[in-house]
């Protein structure tokens, strides 16, 4: 790609990503819930994302604040206590839907594609 | 257990204090966030076989976690809620601004419930027709206490007429002891009287003051805004919540300064006892001369004969605020509740 096009696909992917990043979260705790740490290093590490580990810490305060993640504190003889994030009701009331509506986005672009 | 030296303490927390503003704009709570930093650090050193953290420590794993920026939350509005939104905006602003014209039109404050527009203009910091004492004692309320070594006494009024009177403007001089904490706002409100808005004081900004730890002099401008009486607070630097306050007496206040009466010699040590502090620093009690050492125990022994013992303290416009300020705290350390101050 040249330059022009670089700029533009670079803005594209951070509106996108900046759009999921939330979902991602939302999927990652949909089947158990996990602790800070490791879901952080586990988002951090998504493919294609390219998102920072200091980013996430505020993306699931607001998440709890939304009311859509609780946690709780365990302590740990590994470490420093850790911290569980779970889906509240509210949580996976909200996840199906935004999964639904980002396939049906998905497979409308596809079909775009083909025809 | 990892320990942290100060300066990879002070690290986190320069860098917590940084990005805090972005964080709540952000729609983060920047409190949590950074118990989960301190958490994800203490991780990272424990993976690492590391027990002590370190300011190089810290900055290593803050550079490897990136920037802490989050963007805003987008308003979750529908197209019909947003234009129902704007339609109630409009509303709002053509009603503001009808209320806001009707109260400038106002400019004597009546008896109705709102506080005329008039109440929160800022007033004139000119001094110069401030000309006319007002005696004026003051009190501090159970319910107001001040902190542990803090106090504030009045030493001066002015106003620029001979009462106290709605329109009126003073200027108000004293001296304040700051123990318990660095900087206050020593503030000056007025407490309502008018019926169904007692006890609503709004405080202006230039009507207060910031001070440090110690003792000092002040002088603050105030306006009386509406019937009332005027008290000085120490406020928390960022406002809000008092830190204890001293309030004019108003069967005083309106008074002009040479028809306040004195205490007669037969009050004093059984419910009242004048003391007086003289420029030169000399204490005295009741016109005898007192030592500094004397003066508490002398205050004791009269509270514990009369716990209604109230002491007024006459001091000069020259007298050192250090020497009023410890013979405020004899007061307080002898346990009178209720004590007031006369400047000459």
Same mark, same amino acid.
């Given at each position: 790609m040249?330059?022009?096009?670089?700029?533009?696909?670079?803005?594209?992917?951070?509106?996108?990503?900046?759009?999921?990043?939330?979902?991602?979260?939302?999927?990652?705790?949909?089947?158990?819930? =996990?602790?800070?740490y490791?879901?952080?290093?586990?988002?951090?590490?998504?493919?294609?994302?390219?998102?920072?580990?200091?980013?996430?810490?505020?993306?699931?305060?607001?998440?709890?604040a939304?009311?859509?993640?609780?946690? =709780?504190?365990?302590?740990?003889?590994?470490?420093?206590? =850790?911290?569980?994030?779970?889906?509240?009701?509210?949580?996976?009331?909200?996840?199906?839907?935004?999964?639904?509506?980002?396939?049906?986005?998905?497979s409308?672009?596809?079909?775009? =594609?083909?025809? | *257990?990892?320990?942290?030296?100060?300066?990879?303490? &002070?690290?986190?927390?320069?860098?917590?204090?940084?990005?805090?503003?972005?964080?709540?704009?952000?729609?983060?709570?920047? +409190?949590?966030?950074a118990?989960?930093?301190?958490?994800?650090?203490?991780?990272? /050193?424990?993976?690492?076989?590391?027990?002590?953290?370190?300011?190089?420590?810290?900055?290593?794993?803050?550079?490897? *976690?990136?920037?802490?920026?989050?963007e805003?939350p987008?308003?979750?509005?529908s197209?019909?809620?947003?234009?129902?939104?704007?339609?109630?905006?409009?509303?709002?602003?053509?009603?503001?601004?009808?209320?806001l014209?009707?109260?400038h039109?106002?400019?004597? #404050?009546?008896?109705?419930?709102?506080? $005329?527009?008039?109440?929160? *203009?800022p007033?004139?910091?000119?001094?110069?027709?401030?000309?006319?004492?007002?005696?004026?004692?003051?009190?501090?309320p159970?319910?107001?206490?001040f902190?542990? @070594?803090? @106090?504030i006494?009045?030493?001066?009024?002015?106003?620029?007429?001979?009462?106290?009177?709605?329109?009126?403007?003073y200027?108000?001089?004293?001296?304040?002891? !700051?123990?318990?904490? +660095?900087? &206050?706002?020593?503030?000056?409100?007025?407490? &309502?009287?008018?019926?169904?808005?007692?006890?609503?004081?709004?405080?202006?900004?230039?009507? @207060?003051?910031?001070?440090?730890?110690?003792? @000092?002099?002040?002088?603050?401008?105030?306006?009386?805004?509406?019937?009332g009486?005027?008290?000085?607070?120490?406020?928390?630097?960022?406002?809000? %919540?008092?830190?204890?306050?001293?309030?004019?007496? %108003?069967?005083?206040? $309106?008074?002009?300064?040479?028809?306040?009466?004195?205490?007669?010699p037969?009050?004093?040590?059984?419910?009242?006892? /004048?003391?007086?502090?003289?420029?030169?620093?000399?204490?005295?009690?009741?016109?005898?001369?007192?030592?500094?050492?004397?003066l508490? #125990?002398?205050?004791?022994?009269?509270?514990?004969? +009369? &716990?209604?013992?109230?002491?007024?303290?006459?001091c000069?416009?020259?007298?050192?605020p250090?020497?009023?300020? !410890?013979v405020?705290?004899?007061?307080?350390?002898?346990?009178?509740?209720k004590?007031?101050?006369?400047?000459?």
């Open positions: 040249d330059e022009p096009a670089n700029d533009t696909f670079d803005n594209w992917t951070v509106q996108v990503r900046k759009g999921v990043l939330e979902l991602c979260i939302l999927n990652a705790l949909e089947g158990r819930e =996990r602790y800070g490791e879901l952080v290093k586990t988002l951090a590490a998504l493919p294609g994302f390219g998102v920072t580990e200091g980013t996430l810490y505020p993306l699931l305060s607001r998440l709890r939304q009311g859509l993640v609780k946690t =709780r504190l365990e302590e740990s003889l590994e470490g420093p206590a =850790r911290k569980y994030y779970a889906l509240t009701s509210a949580g996976r009331a909200s996840v199906v839907p935004m999964n639904d509506y980002l396939a049906d986005l998905m409308a672009c596809r079909e775009l =594609r083909q025809s | *257990m990892i320990t942290w030296t100060d300066s990879a303490r &002070a690290t986190l927390e320069n860098h917590n204090q940084r990005v805090r503003p972005g964080l709540i704009a952000g729609g983060a709570d920047p +409190d949590e966030v118990a989960d930093l301190h958490r994800h650090i203490e991780e990272e /050193l424990t993976a690492a076989r590391i027990h002590v953290a370190t300011r190089d420590d810290v900055q290593r794993v803050l550079a490897r *976690m990136g920037s802490m920026v989050v805003a987008l308003p979750t509005v197209p019909t809620s947003r234009r129902r939104l704007l339609g109630l905006f409009g509303f709002c602003v053509v009603a503001a601004a009808i209320i014209l009707y109260l039109s106002r400019r004597v #404050p009546s008896e109705s419930n709102a506080y $005329p527009a008039s109440w929160f *203009m007033t004139s910091q000119d001094p110069a027709t401030l000309i006319y004492p007002i005696a004026m004692t003051t009190h501090t159970e319910w107001s206490q902190q542990s @070594g803090d @106090g006494v009045i030493t001066s009024v002015k106003g620029d007429r001979k009462g106290v009177d709605v329109g009126g403007r200027l108000i001089e004293g001296i304040y002891t !700051l123990a318990s904490m +660095d900087t &206050a706002r020593l503030t000056v409100s007025v407490t &309502a009287k008018r019926g169904g808005i007692g006890g609503i004081s709004p405080v202006h900004p230039e009507e @207060g003051t910031s001070v440090h730890r110690g003792t @000092g002099h002040f002088s603050i401008i105030a306006t009386m805004r509406y019937p009486t005027f008290h000085v607070s120490f406020n928390l630097p960022g406002g809000g %919540e008092s830190r204890g306050s001293v309030y004019f007496d %108003e069967s005083v206040a $309106p008074q002009p300064a040479s028809s306040t009466p004195l205490p007669t037969n009050a004093l040590f059984t419910t009242q006892i /004048l003391v007086g502090v003289e420029a030169n620093g000399s204490v005295s009690v009741d016109g005898k001369g007192v030592s500094a050492e004397e508490e #125990p002398l205050l004791a022994k009269a509270y514990t004969a +009369d &716990a209604n013992t109230t002491v007024l303290i006459k000069d416009d020259a007298t050192d250090k020497k009023l300020g !410890l405020f705290d004899a007061c307080r350390q002898a346990g009178v509740k004590f007031s101050l006369q400047a000459r």
